[in-house]
Each structure stands twice: as structure tokens, then as C-alpha cells.
């Protein structure tokens, strides 16, 4: 039995924060008045949180005080199987899901987690990150790790390898070598968080604003899950290493182990983003989807979306005649836009080799009806002369804009029609 297919990056990163089931759509704006009351009064607690946590020392009586005042503010943490950490571990691993996983670890255990991202001053250490002082590449920062957790009166460290927040539902992201170069023995901890209402972390999110929407909602639950310790084995590498621990901590949350990283995450929001500014394209993906022809073989044994799959095949194979039909089946599996897949095929992105004219005839032709509508259509309208758009990719980058330009332009003509 073959092992399922890993998630794409759409599964494993939230872009929306408000469900799509009407039923918790109307019960988000039931709550919404008690939620905005919640989120003024929390925000006076957070204050006193904050101060508490700063005025006393890191002690179990810290760590129990700011605990229960943090269920006040509606985060309540729970731990299993507590016996389990070691306590001459150096460096725990973690998934990550939040912006406050660390800060929800460190009201179990004292940890530390060093800052990778971000300017150093006092919003960095007022979210509970240590500073360095180590603005070089990851070499010097693994190295000023090595001599903090060589004296053993310093606080453990939490490392996330993934560099990158996931929804922890589907995967996780490929683990990063540089945490486990550190020390020879790690404890993983499995991370999950729960909340009613609303999605858990949205990607493009930023701290504060993730912040507000915890002190809004009901409460948020995280549970964390104590790993027994794993050892490094006889000569082997930090990056195999990295991949055991990811597959451990992969079975322990019940999600897939995936070879996605935080660039994929960044260039995941980057299509976002660049699909939601296209003009016309929620208008041209949902009013101009050809239907396909009853008539053809199998057709009645497809699900919906290998028929909507086939239909924006057959638009982006409009377009573009002499890209293969299964180059661009295979990128709108990935994709699920036609802009986007139009856009990679003409700037080069999606490799392949150009079909010929007789190949291209062997694409299903349409009915009778379909045949007599598109001449009655053509016969109505003066469609405007074009240049012809050229079939191979142009060595300029501003021919292949403006070729990227005039192939949307058909294609919305197209739709209109």
C-alpha cells in the first residue's frame, strides 16, 4: 500500500480566520459583543501579567502565579506525562504553531529561546526571547549556542527547526540541521493548540494582531506532550538526525512529515497574495468555467474536481496551445489558479517540452451546439486583430511580461464572450 501523499502548502497554512460554516459564522457574531468586552478586560489583565512576570524570579512560584493569571486571560496549558523531561537535556524541539509557544513552554519548565528574526530591544525581550547579541550567519549563531549550553547553570533551550508556524493539522515542515548541531542529545515536545470559534494562527498574521484575537475568543487550549529523550547515533549527521527527530515528533501528532520549508511558506503567501490582486479573477474562475461534454469517455465517473481540474486545463490549454496537457494538469494540482499557472509557464518556472500542431488537434472538439453558439457568438462580435502570440519564450524579460499581458487579455476576452 502506497503511503498518502504529503500536503500541499495550502493545507498546512491558514490564509482565512473566520469559518465558512454558516452555523459557527452566525455563532461568531452571536459572541462577537462578549468577545470585544472580554478583549477590553483581558487587556488590562495582560498588563499586570506582564509586570508580575517581570518583578519576580524565575522560580516554580513565578511560573505557578503567571499560570493561573494567564487562564484569566483565557490561555490554559495542560502537559502530559510531566515525569518524562529530562532534566539534563540542553535543547528541547518543538513543532510550532503560534506566536506564543515558547512563552506557553516556559510556564512549565525555565527555557530559553534565542531570537532569530526581528530587531533585538525591548519588544524582543518583552515577548520572552534571548538576545545574543549574533546578527552573522547560522555558523557564529551555533556556535554562541555551544557556549551557553556548556554551562550547565543556564537554562535549557527551545528551538523550533521548523522556522516557520503551521496550522498543526496536516504537517510539518522540513526540520532545520542547525538545531540538532548544538548538542548530542534533545528531548522532543509535540505542541497543540485548540480554540472555538476561529482559526488558530493565520500566516501572514502578525504578533499583535494574534495576540487581540486570543484575548477575544473563549479560551485557547494548548497541550504539550513530553517526548522521551533521543540520542544522537555513531556518526550520523546533523540533517539525518533532524529528519528522525521530525519523523518522531511526525507520529506522535498524528500529521505527515513533509519536505516543505519556511521558503515554501513564503513563497505560498507570496502566490496569495498576487492571485487576490489579478483583476477579474474571482469573476473569470467562477462565471467563465467551461462545462465538460457529457459525452466524453469516463466522464461520468469523475469527481467534481477532476471536472473543474479539466475545465481550467482546457482554459489555460486555450492560451497556451503548445504546453503539454498533463504539464498543466500537474501545476494546477498545485496551484488551483489559471492565472497563477499561466503566469509560471510563460516566465519558465514550470519546465517542459512544446507540443506539436498535430498534437494539439488531439484535444476533444467541441459539440455541434457548442460549434453553431461560438460562430453565432463570433459572427455578433468583431473580435479586435492581435499580434499572434509567439510560441517560444521571448529573452527579454519585458517581452515576457508583455507576452504574460496580452495572453491574459485573451484569455479574459475569452471569458467575457
Wanted: glycine share 4%; with cysteine; proline share 8%.
Amino acid at each position: 500500500m502506497e503511503p498518502p501523499p504529503a500536503p500541499g502548502p495550502e493545507r498546512l497554512f491558514d490564509s482565512h480566520r473566520f469559518p465558512t460554516d454558516g452555523f459557527l459564522l452566525l455563532a461568531l457574531l452571536l459572541y462577537a459583543p462578549v468577545g470585544l468586552c472580554l478583549l477590553v478586560l483581558r487587556l488590562f489583565v495582560g498588563v499586570h501579567v506582564f509586570l508580575v512576570s517581570c518583578a519576580l524570579p524565575d522560580s516554580v512560584l513565578r511560573r505557578f502565579i503567571v499560570r493561573v493569571m494567564c487562564s484569566v486571560l483565557g490561555l490554559f496549558v495542560r502537559q502530559s506525562d510531566p515525569r518524562l523531561r529530562d532534566v539534563n537535556v540542553r535543547v528541547y524541539i518543538a513543532n510550532h504553531v503560534t506566536h506564543f509557544d515558547h512563552n506557553v513552554i516556559n510556564l512549565l519548565t525555565s527555557c530559553n529561546t534565542p531570537a532569530l528574526n526581528g530587531a533585538p530591544g525591548f519588544i524582543c525581550w518583552s515577548r520572552g526571547f534571548m538576545e545574543l547579541g549574533v546578527t552573522g550567519s547560522r555558523a557564529e549563531l551555533v556556535d554562541s549556542l555551544k557556549v551557553y549550553s556548556s554551562h550547565r547553570g543556564n537554562p535549557p533551550l527551545l528551538l523550533f527547526p521548523e522556522e516557520a508556524a503551521t496550522n498543526g493539522r496536516a504537517g510539518l515542515l522540513r526540520f532545520s540541521s542547525w538545531p540538532f548541531s548544538i548538542m548530542d542529545m534533545v528531548q522532543p515536545v509535540a505542541l497543540q493548540v485548540q480554540r472555538p470559534l476561529i482559526t488558530v494562527s493565520v500566516a501572514d498574521s502578525s504578533w499583535i494582531t494574534e495576540l487581540l484575537w486570543t484575548f477575544f475568543v473563549p479560551f485557547t487550549v494548548y497541550q504539550v506532550r513530553w517526548m522521551p529523550s533521543v540520542p544522537r547515533r555513531a556518526e550520523e549527521l546533523s540533517e539525518d538526525f533532524a529528519l528522525r527527530v521530525q519523523e518522531l515528533l511526525a507520529v506522535e501528532l498524528g500529521v505527515v512529515s513533509t519536505r516543505l520549508t519556511a521558503a515554501d511558506k513564503t513563497e505560498h503567501m507570496k502566490r496569495l497574495r498576487h492571485t487576490s490582486l489579478l483583476p477579474f479573477a474571482p469573476a473569470s474562475t467562477l462565471a467563465a468555467r467551461p462545462r465538460v461534454p457529457s459525452s466524453l469517455p469516463g466522464a461520468g465517473s469523475f469527481a467534481p474536481e477532476d471536472v473543474q481540474l479539466a475545465a481550467m486545463a482546457q482554459r489555460v490549454k486555450e492560451v497556451l496551445p503548445h504546453v503539454p496537457l498533463e504539464v498543466i494538469r500537474t501545476d494546477l494540482a498545485q496551484t488551483s489558479c489559471v492565472d497563477t499557472t499561466i503566469a509560471n509557464l510563460l516566465e519558465g518556472r514550470v519546465p517542459f517540452f512544446p507540443e506539436s500542431k498535430e498534437a494539439a488537434t488531439d484535444l476533444p472538439a467541441p459539440s455541434t451546439s457548442q460549434a453553431a453558439a461560438a460562430s453565432g457568438i463570433q459572427g455578433s462580435i468583431a473580435v479586435p486583430s492581435s499580434k499572434p502570440a509567439t510560441k517560444q519564450f521571448a529573452k527579454s524579460p519585458v517581452e515576457r511580461h508583455l507576452s504574460l499581458q496580452e495572453r491574459k487579455r485573451a484569455l479574459y476576452d475569452y471569458a467575457r464572450r
